[in-house]
């Protein structure tokens, strides 16, 4: 997905854009070898969907027409977070709720479309040419997977969005201007999902959920997210190793063990359509590129490369379009000290979703890293905002606002948001009051 938005966002400024990929891609949605993520719950952000929907016009409304329904992030989905549900209100928010292979077909349809794009498919990327004395990349080196013979395509710039098994810091030690600076917070997720036949009036007429855990009591978590073609995506989640069961019986009870019980309600009334499937994580990754002292000219990396995250927060794909939009504005006074304004925006769009993911992860003591000064106290204060964003609309729709990266965090500490959390005693029960009954005391 970041090399196709990347790619969207170049062929707005360059003569001729090729996209080397690895696969050859198929027509229509279907499940990669190469994306092991793509079979589990995907959140496409508000952020991440007005990048999209500006970018290819009407291809929401393309996805809706497929069966993926469109609709409020806050009042059409569900959020049970910190033993409250979130007040479900019409935030003005707008999502759409669709896999993430049917998403990426839809992409890739407007990308292949673009007159001065070109796809190189079944081909590997071997490395970039790099001229020592100019201090710049010319190009890409690569081979055809049916071909032993190699070649170079010559550039003027070579973006690499290969995800977060990039070469790069390796590259860019041998051309002598050493790697970046590497930050890990290891979480160790575990995904196991399964789909199933999604009917008219499930989950309380909405087009999925989010049920999370308390930390660091709690390490499960579940995702359930309405797909094209009338189904159900159900992720289920554990941190820390507790990883959810690939065997039926199992994996039902994993569910029956969340915090609220719809999800395990779903589970047990729909018709599945297929298997189990696993998915692992190890760790947050952030590569700090801003902080190199040299960058060669004509080469960036971006996406996931950059900055990859605890899925469990749904962000990626909503920082890659930010990133490319910001790639877009960069590009338009041209391609000269192009890495040092890019990483300059780039820190900024990835610090708001590496301290939401880290920020929550860190929470629980098992997780290393170092924790922020005072973090304890925020995490408090923080505690009080998910009490406040069960029945107070103005906190419910800030916090929205920052978890779908429209805000900073620090927005939600301003003194007239600060005083409606603080002076205030927190709810009893689980908020929401339609969906009280939903939830099960531990």
């Not at 001229?131 to 395509?153: F, P």
């Not at 080469?299 to 749904?314: E, H």
Request: aromatic fraction near 8%; proline fraction near 7%; charged fraction near 25%.
């Amino acid at each position: 997905m970041a090399g196709l938005l990347a790619a969207t966002a170049l062929s707005r400024h360059f003569k001729r854009v090729t996209l080397v990929e690895r696969d050859v891609l198929p027509d229509n949605a279907a499940l990669r070898r190469s994306v092991p993520q793509s079979a589990h719950a995907h959140g496409l952000l508000a952020s991440g969907y007005r990048v999209m929907d500006e970018y290819f016009p009407g291809m929401m409304d393309e996805l809706e027409a497929l069966g993926a329904p469109r609709g409020d992030v806050v009042g059409d989905f569900l959020w049970f977070q910190y033993g409250r549900w979130k007040l479900r209100h019409q935030s003005g928010l707008r999502g759409i709720a669709v896999s993430r292979p049917c998403l990426e077909a839809a992409v890739r349809r407007r990308v292949k479309g673009l007159p001065n794009v070109r796809f190189l498919e079944g081909a590997s990327a071997l490395k970039p040419v790099f001229n020592a004395s100019a201090n710049r990349v010319t190009g890409l080196l690569v081979r055809q997977m049916d071909k032993d013979s190699k070649q170079v395509l010559e550039a003027d710039l070579v973006v690499d969005a290969s995800g977060r098994g990039s070469q790069s810091p390796k590259w860019l030690e041998e051309w002598g201007f050493g790697p970046p600076e590497t930050i890990s917070v290891k979480v160790n997720v575990g995904y196991a999902t399964r789909v199933f036949q999604r009917r008219p009036g499930d989950l309380f007429n909405s087009i999925g959920a989010i049920v999370a855990g308390t930390p660091p009591a709690e390490t499960r978590y579940a995702a359930i997210l309405a797909a094209e073609d009338s189904r159900w995506v159900i992720t289920l989640i554990g941190m820390l190793g507790d990883y959810p069961p690939l065997e039926e019986k199992a994996w039902t009870s994993f569910a029956a063990s969340l915090p609220a019980p719809v999800v395990h309600d779903l589970i047990v009334s729909a018709q599945p359509l297929t298997e189990i499937v696993g998915y692992r994580f190890s760790a947050n990754q952030r590569r700090l590129y801003d902080r190199m002292k040299r960058f060669p000219e004509g080469y960036l990396v971006t996406g996931d490369a950059v900055c990859s995250f605890n899925p469990i927060y749904g962000q990626g794909m909503s920082v890659a379009a930010i990133e490319a939009r910001a790639l877009d504005d960069c590009l338009v006074t041209g391609i000269a000290d192009l890495a040092k304004r890019f990483y300059s925006r780039a820190r900024k769009i990835v610090d708001i979703p590496w301290l939401i993911a880290t920020g929550e992860d860190l929470r629980s003591p098992e997780v290393e890293g170092p924790r922020p000064p005072g973090s304890w106290l925020v995490n408090q204060y923080l505690d009080r905002v998910h009490a406040a964003a069960s029945d107070d609309v103005t906190v419910c729709r800030k916090f929205f606002d920052v978890l779908n990266l429209l805000a900073p965090p620090r927005s939600l500490m301003s003194p007239p948001l600060a005083w409606r959390v603080l002076a205030r005693r927190p709810p009893d029960g689980h908020g929401c009051p339609w969906l009280r009954g939903c939830a099960r005391e531990r």
